[in-house]
């Protein structure tokens, strides 16, 4: 199947296809992938760590011997990576040194929405918020980007988008590689003009080089022995279909957390905002192995097997249990599509463009709802994905079939392609009431309106 959105017009893609010329890139894997440096939180307290993220311009080297200006957190065109720990609360205190409005949204998260990033919720131009992180939920791969209802897909485009990852202790008798053994990897696409701007005018089909933490298609060295690979796909609108060419990895966990037992892969899926984490063994290969992973338009990453190393880390055979399902008390409908009103799309979920002043669903708290998620583009063939905040929710079926093993354990993001209506559940048991949204993870189609609101009521 081809990886497909809404080709050709979006409200902010206005320019022809085609119309710019594209820089040529780089020879593949002729850049080393770094790894996103650690934030330090500059006021250390017993109880709580305290960090502050400028939102700001800066150039920044994606493609070899080129500044490509970039909007970003504290000037890294992937930005720092915040290390948090189960039951150790964070505040991030974000500064707002655009010329726009701009906020966070902590994606996995579970917070209150006064810290949540809604749409509307924004940060003025030499403004700052401060943004509470509890961190009340198991050890999970999360991330923070930009969330300004019509501007993020491309603030998140230009570069504000980073590595929030939540480690938790009661997690540390598995013994699961750590420490440089444990490697963030952001994954998206993106086009360059020759003078090494990024595009965003044109449709997100066009963008013809992938980057692994920034940078084109690199090599990232690793000694043979395992390692845990944290995959983000933070693309505005791409799915990825990854393959090590034929050899085994172990999913370990999705979304929101480690799965029951790990799962042997030779290939998953990652949709636009979807997490996925995997062992990789390198002990069987000798050094001078090279391992690419890619998928079926390009090579993304090769790993260089570069030397041997002592390992004494495993893969237990159970990981953590997840909890039984509750019994659903209401069922529900969401059906994302795109209505045409002349030559502009705009995005609707249940035939509504959000509007942020209209709930969409009400939803008593500690109540346990199965939702049917509905492409309703299907006819087309075009592809979605969906988001909900707040939750992690649990997959029941795909196209009435149980959930293979990229639906499975925690989830807040899923694929939507063409034909395979999803059934989730989800309880709603957190100690926040208030607005949430959920919306499609394809933010160009977020940004015309793909996204809706619920509230949830005492
Ligand atoms: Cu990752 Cu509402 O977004
Ligand atoms: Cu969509």
Wanted: aromatic share 10%; charged share 20%; glycine share 8%.
């Amino acid at each position: 199947e081809q990886p497909a959105g809404i080709h050709g017009i979006h409200r902010h893609h206005v320019r022809q296809a085609g119309s710019i010329r594209p820089h040529a890139g780089v020879p593949e894997f002729s850049v080393q992938m770094p790894v996103p440096k650690v934030l330090q939180p500059f006021k250390g307290d017993p109880d709580i760590d305290f960090y502050r993220v400028a939102i700001k311009q800066a150039n920044s080297e994606i493609l070899p011997g080129v500044q490509t200006p970039v909007l970003t957190y504290n000037g890294d065109f992937v930005g720092p990576t915040i290390r948090a720990r189960t039951g150790r609360p964070v505040s991030v205190t974000f500064t707002n040194q655009l010329a726009e409005h701009a906020n966070v949204h902590l994606h996995g998260g579970h917070v209150a929405p006064s810290s949540d990033g809604h749409p509307m919720d924004t940060i003025a131009p030499n403004g700052y918020r401060t943004y509470s992180y509890p961190n009340r939920q198991q050890g999970a791969t999360l991330w923070y980007h930009a969330h300004s209802h019509h501007t993020e897909a491309e603030h998140v485009y230009r570069g504000q988008h980073g590595f929030y990852i939540i480690d938790d202790p009661a997690e540390a008798h598995l013994r699961l590689p750590s420490g440089k053994y444990d490697v963030p990897i952001m994954l998206r696409d993106a086009l360059f003009d020759e003078a090494g701007k990024l595009d965003f005018l044109s449709p997100p089909p066009f963008r013809n080089i992938d980057l692994a933490n920034g940078r084109p298609q690199p090599y990232f060295p690793v000694a043979a022995r395992k390692y845990r690979f944290r995959f983000l796909n933070s693309a505005t609108e791409r799915n990825y279909i990854l393959n090590l060419g034929g050899v085994d990895m172990i999913q370990i966990a999705s979304d929101g957390g480690l799965l029951p037992v790990p799962v042997p892969r030779k290939e998953f899926r990652l949709s636009s905002g979807e997490r996925i984490e995997v062992v990789i063994d390198f002990s069987k290969f000798p050094v001078g192995t090279k391992l690419v992973l890619g998928d079926v338009q390009r090579p993304v990453l090769r790993f260089d097997v570069t030397s041997k190393a002592f390992d004494d880390s495993r893969v237990p055979d159970t990981l953590r249990a997840l909890p039984g399902l509750a019994t659903p008390t209401f069922e529900r409908t969401v059906d994302m599509a795109t209505v045409f009103n002349g030559e502009i799309p705009d995005g609707v979920i249940n035939g509504k463009i959000f509007d942020p002043n209209r709930v969409d669903f009400t939803i008593k708290r500690g109540t346990t709802e199965i939702w049917n998620i509905i492409n309703g583009d299907s006819a087309q063939g075009w592809a979605h994905n969906f988001h909900m905040h707040l939750i992690q929710f649990r997959v029941l079926s795909r196209a009435g079939r149980p959930p293979e093993p990229d639906d499975r354990g925690r989830k807040d993001t899923i694929m939507m392609p063409a034909n395979e209506p999803v059934r989730i559940q989800a309880t709603f048991d957190g100690d926040f009431t208030g607005r949430y949204v959920y919306h499609c993870h394809f933010l160009e189609h977020s940004s015309i309106g793909m996204m809706a609101q619920m509230e949830i009521t005492p």
